[in-house]
């Protein structure tokens, strides 16, 4: 499917999370758009949630790289220009890729002006190929998102969203890893001090949070999904 986007597109856009660049590029898939003699944007979505500084080394890896906010609708215009500019021509075809949460669906609509393409922060919602019309010179091919087949990074799949929090086997493992990257801005975000241990940084939000056991125990996998929900809708 994925294959077939790309053969119709002049340009395609890969869908990156602003707060996890490197492990959102689907490297299978740009090796696909070279070899395909497409062009290739990467949009880096999410863009509210970061401080622009904190990536600008990082962009010198990305090609023609834009920023976009497509819940604030931030970036948009200049994103068009953009494919405009690369697809050299007067209509253009674009497919967006991406891993699954990414927030591919929701960039489409973000450019088409309207909710066409159906957007869910759950990961697989998009189950086929949508095709959106955004005005008479760009059209968009959205697609599910794609996983490599040797990509079984099962904490890596959490913290880029492609796997729902409900359905983690080992949560725990996913909120500590999320409270070591972030550095401070989980427990922030929870309202308690930061530690240098990310377990006792868990534990310290499940209390604050009232989420216990028996016995006043702290409930960390009942946390944890609260942890990485919150995460992967861009509450953190």
């Known amino acids: 499917m994925v294959d077939d986007v790309i053969r119709q597109s002049d340009v395609v856009l890969e869908v990156l999370d602003a707060r996890l660049i490197d492990e959102t590029r689907n490297a299978e898939i740009e090796k696909r758009i070279e070899k395909a003699d497409k062009k290739l944007i990467h949009v880096v979505n999410k ?31 200049i994103l068009k220009n953009k494919i405009m500019e690369v697809g050299r021509k007067d209509i253009v075809t674009v497919g967006v890729v991406g891993y699954p949460n990414t927030g591919k669906s929701s960039v489409i609509n973000a450019i088409a002006g309207s909710n066409k393409a159906r957007a869910s922060p759950t990961s697989g919602f998009t189950k086929g190929i949508q095709k959106v019309k955004a005005g008479s010179r760009i059209t968009l091919l959205d697609t599910p998102g794609v996983i490599p087949i040797d990509d079984q990074d099962i904490v890596r799949h959490a913290l880029i969203g492609s796997k729902n929090a409900q359905n983690i086997k080992d949560p725990d493992l996913v909120a500590i890893e999320l409270i070591r990257l972030l550095k401070g801005k989980v427990e922030k975000h929870y309202g308690v001090e930061p530690n240098d241990d990310p377990e006792i940084s868990l534990e310290k939000i499940a209390v604050k949070m009232n989420r216990l056991k028996k016995g006043g125990v702290p409930d960390v996998d009942n946390i944890s999904k609260t942890i990485i929900m919150d995460w992967q809708r861009g509450r953190i």
Do not use: A
């Open 47 to 77: 863009i509210d949630l970061i401080d622009k500084d904190s990536i600008k080394e990082k962009l010198k890896e990305l090609s023609n790289p834009v920023f976009v906010s497509s819940k604030e609708r931030l970036g948009t215009t």
